[in-house]
């Protein structure tokens, strides 16, 4: 079992699954952190990605194109940020709430036209899709070492590293990202100072669409070209606990999902190492119980920088 | 105001003559059944329902034993009919026992193990009434007879098939390395007895092929099933992997296509799905099963009150073999495949279940 998980780290097979594997985490939690910032968290992150992830390999199969589907993906996904934000935004429910009605209704509402667009009960696999494409760079594909770790990836997972840094812009060197942070600190405070609250809240529900329409599109259209039924298997939840993982700031999320992603493609070499002798269960533990450590070391480590500093 | 109830009550008249004309639609095709409870009602045709709990167009079990009430329907010349009852698992008890208490039915096939308990209840109450039971077992009830399908018999060949292709020189993706992988769906006994049986499979061609088991932890997450199967590919050198995960299998499936490698279906024909890729599939017939139990029920010899598990010999499981499977599996492995069936069926075989 070592020695497997060492050979693989050394031909960097671990880091080509772990890119893999965090990728719709970091979307879908770069997603979940705006809305968090802005004081509107969105729990729909599940729901969402479900939508997008039918939608775009709908539209996709449909047209031919993986651009087409998934910004018709991420549209779904906003669109029905939209009316979330319209339920608990202008109409007042909570947005816990809300929050859940979408995951409901992903889960259900994906089915349902699945059924009665494709006649389909459990999944949708179309026989000539376009995926999403691997980039692969020319020059340095050839290179020994360089060539797998840059070279051949999914586009989303490029688009997952750049979003990292364009949240960081938004959120911290342009004027709409102090309103979104002021907005979600003091939303009284800002709205005496002018910021149309309620706009910019909408506004951070529309990025966080954004942000899980990419991650699902990538789901459906990109790791595998298919779409089942519930396949998002809980990522969105484990983005919410990523965006508390990450300090609700960018480069926090980028490490809290490459940890979690590590914890996944470990779980996955192990699992599929012959004649292991630990219980498949306790291996399906592993990211949870990486993220609890995890969890535990910054909770100790930010008390006693409290401590430090209160001394 | 008068106005208003006038509407109100035209479009309730109006839905009231559309259901009322829907419910004689439905009942014109059935002719009604004799009163008789005998085992086979000779000389009278017989009457047989298939309730779905759930709707058609799974491309799966409830497809499958459809077509079984179908092709009964034309070579045993019986009367049969299906009834869809919805998703709405709450509707399944009142559906079924509406259609037992018409008494129009002689016999009636229903399925799964979410039916169990409502089956139980009905067949208790309705003594007269004939109950055909798939996937699942029902015993000690003198009119449900109740049918499982040996998936441990239908995995031995898998495994046989798997060791066969491991080992094959014509295949061009099969490599020298003896390693073949399992992806399940959960840990759970009903899942390694498909994988007891895929392992026996494979050591009855040569006790020295490695089998690769993973589990995804769902039957859900697709992504995953790829990973894994993704992983017993590249990193321990399987040619072929079985999946039986359901629909998060279907990734592993794709990730034989995407690394030009084999896999094989469970439950229905999924050589389809990958042509070349997906060389065969572990198929439970449950149309063929269901064409058995009428027939039998015909002739008066089906054993009410009891379960049978039927195996390769009852036509319960077997690898699809269509069009695809002709195409592109080597000669020399279908031969072997064939021999392996025969001394399968003639019990020179056995394959131990865990379940039992």
């Given at each position: 079992m070592w020695q497997a998980l060492w050979t693989q780290i050394a031909d960097l097979t671990l880091i080509v699954v772990l890119l893999r594997l965090m990728t719709p985490i970091l979307l879908s939690a770069l997603g979940g952190l705006i809305s968090d910032i802005a004081g509107v968290i969105n729990i729909g992150l599940e729901g969402l990605m479900l939508l997008s992830a039918f939608t775009s390999i709908a539209v996709g199969a449909a047209t031919d194109s993986w651009v087409i589907g998934t910004i018709a993906g991420v549209a779904a996904s906003v669109a029905m940020c939209y009316v979330m934000g319209f339920f608990s935004i202008k109409l007042k429910v909570d947005i816990i709430i809300a929050g859940f009605a979408v995951n409901i209704f992903g889960s259900g509402f994906t089915v349902f036209l699945m059924s009665k667009i494709y006649g389909l009960t459990g999944n949708y696999s179309p026989e000539n899709l376009n995926p999403i494409p691997n980039v692969v760079i020319p020059g340095i594909q050839d290179i020994p070492v360089l060539g797998k770790l840059l070279s051949g990836h999914n586009l989303m997972v490029w688009i997952s590293l750049i979003a990292v840094v364009f949240c960081f812009v938004l959120l911290y060197r342009t004027p709409y990202g102090v309103h979104l942070r002021s907005v979600g600190e003091a939303p009284a405070a800002a709205k005496s100072l002018g910021i149309p609250v309620g706009r910019v809240q909408y506004s951070a529900l529309a990025w966080s669409g954004v942000f899980s329409g990419l991650a699902g599109a990538y789901m459906s259209m990109g790791m595998t070209s298919m779409f089942v039924k519930d396949m998002t298997a809980g990522t969105g939840f484990l983005a919410l606990a990523v965006v508390l993982l990450g300090n609700r700031n960018p480069v926090g999320i980028f490490f809290g999902s490459l940890i979690f992603g590590l914890a996944s493609a470990v779980t996955t070499i192990v699992q599929t190492t012959p004649g292991s002798q630990v219980p498949s269960q306790f291996i399906q533990m592993i990211p949870y119980v990486v993220t609890i450590v995890a969890l535990v070391i910054f909770a100790v480590r930010k008390k006693r920088k409290l401590l430090t500093q209160a001394s | 105001m008068y106005k208003a109830k006038g509407w109100v009550l035209s479009v309730l008249l109006l839905s009231i003559v559309l259901v009322l004309s829907a419910c004689g639609k439905a009942n014109n095709n059935t002719s009604p059944a004799p009163g008789g409870s005998a085992n086979a009602p000779a000389g009278k045709k017989i009457n047989a329902v298939f309730y779905v709990n759930g709707t058609l167009g799974d491309k799966g079990f409830f497809d499958s034993a459809q077509r079984g009430m179908v092709k009964a329907g034309k070579e045993l010349g019986i009367n049969v009919k299906s009834v869809e009852g919805g998703t709405n698992q709450a509707d399944w008890a009142a559906g079924l026992e509406s259609l037992v208490s018409s008494?129009?039915?002689?016999v009636v096939v229903v399925g799964t193990s979410q039916m169990i308990d409502i089956v139980k209840d009905i067949a208790a109450r309705y003594p007269d009434e004939k109950f055909i039971f798939f996937d699942d077992v029902i015993e000690g009830m003198p009119n449900v007879y109740s049918m499982l399908y040996s998936q441990s018999e239908g995995s031995f060949l898998a495994g046989a098939f798997a060791a066969l292709v491991t080992e094959n020189t014509e295949l061009k993706a099969a490599n020298p390395d003896k390693v073949i992988g399992f992806v399940g769906g959960m840990d759970i006994p009903i899942i390694n007895d498909f994988k007891a049986g895929y392992e026996q499979g494979a050591h009855y061609i040569d006790p020295g092929v490695k089998v690769v088991a993973s589990y995804i932890g769902d039957f859900a997450n697709a992504p995953k099933g790829k990973e894994l199967a993704l992983s017993q590919f590249n990193t321990q050198k399987a040619d072929i992997v079985y999946q039986v995960a359901g629909g998060a299998g279907l990734g592993a499936l794709e990730a034989s296509k995407n690394v030009g490698k084999y896999s094989i279906g469970v439950d229905g024909n999924q050589n389809p799905l990958y042509p070349g890729n997906v060389l065969t599939s572990m198929a439970k017939n449950i149309d063929a099963s269901v064409v058995r139990a009428l027939g039998l029920y015909q002739q008066g010899t089906l054993a009410f009150g009891t379960n049978e598990v039927l195996g390769l010999k009852e036509g319960g499981i077997g690898l699809s073999k269509d069009d695809l499977y002709a195409k592109y599996v080597p000669k020399s492995i279908q031969d072997k495949m064939t021999d392996i069936e025969n001394k399968l069926a003639s019990g020179e075989i056995q394959v131990k279940s865990i379940l039992k």
């Open positions: - | 008494k129009k039915y002689d």
